[in-house]
């Protein structure tokens, strides 16, 4: 069954609004999720690294004041996509592990859509 | 920094023919650890195998094995007799070890189409 669990798996909003998506790690503790991104037929690349208790660490080209991460506690990451822009409809997946010796565990996805 | 390199964008079978997936990786650090994923139509990314640097065994999961030379930076993935099932976009990726493990620079991906 899944250990990282996504939500939500799609999502339609109007230019302007924002959007949350939620990362879960199930059965495990998480102090680092990863969040990242997938445009249409192409490859996933690292958006953040989200730091459970302090700030995410952003990749270059990321606009931080976008796209906003939380993670609270040690099962749950958010990312919210504000004052979304067509531009930013995407794929979005997060991953996880316990620890560094496990295996990297990845959410469904988020497909966004900003019309 | 790190590079993975997928040649092959798409490769096309017929069920039950053996086809081996291509992957050569760029890094400086002496440590790392490499992985398969298969991504289906649905979108959800699928773990099929971690590997460390240190440990160049070749490894066989029923139809699928993999090779790693070091020697040649590449970690090649085959699967044995397709089957349709086995559509799906595979990712190489390459990480590196300790903390910063889910940190993975992924390829481009080869899109794999089995026929039956």
């Known amino acids: 069954g899944a250990v990282v669990s996504q939500h939500p798996s799609r999502v339609i909003c109007k230019s302007g609004t924002s959007v949350k998506i939620e990362c879960r790690s199930l059965?495990?503790?998480?102090?680092?999720m990863f969040w990242y991104r997938q445009f249409p037929k192409q490859s996933l690349m690292l958006m953040a690294t989200s730091n459970e208790g302090s700030k995410a660490t952003y990749e270059q080209g990321v606009e931080k004041d976008k796209f906003l991460i939380n993670h609270a506690s040690l099962t749950l990451s958010t990312l919210t996509v504000t004052s979304a822009h067509p531009e930013d409809s995407s794929f979005y997946i997060c991953?996880?592990?316990?620890?560094?010796?496990?295996?990297?565990?990845f959410g469904n996805g988020t497909r966004l859509t900003v019309t | 920094a790190q590079k993975v390199t997928q040649a092959q964008t798409e490769i096309s079978v017929v069920e039950k023919e053996d086809v081996t997936l291509d992957c050569v990786y760029e890094?400086?650090?002496?440590?790392?650890?490499l992985f398969w994923y298969k991504q289906p139509p649905s979108g959800e990314l699928v773990f099929l195998i971690r590997r460390n640097s240190f440990d160049e065994q070749n490894e066989i999961s029923g139809r699928y094995s993999w090779n790693f030379q070091k020697s040649t930076s590449s970690f090649n993935f085959t699967i044995t007799a397709s089957q349709v099932v086995d559509s799906a976009v595979y990712f190489c990726a390459l990480s590196e070890m300790g903390t910063n493990a889910g940190k993975s620079t992924f390829g481009d991906g080869t899109t794999l189409t089995v026929k039956p």
């Open positions: 991953s996880a592990s316990g620890d560094y010796n496990s295996p990297l565990h």
């Open positions: 890094t400086r650090d002496t440590t790392y650890y």
């Open positions: 059965d495990f503790q998480a102090t680092t």
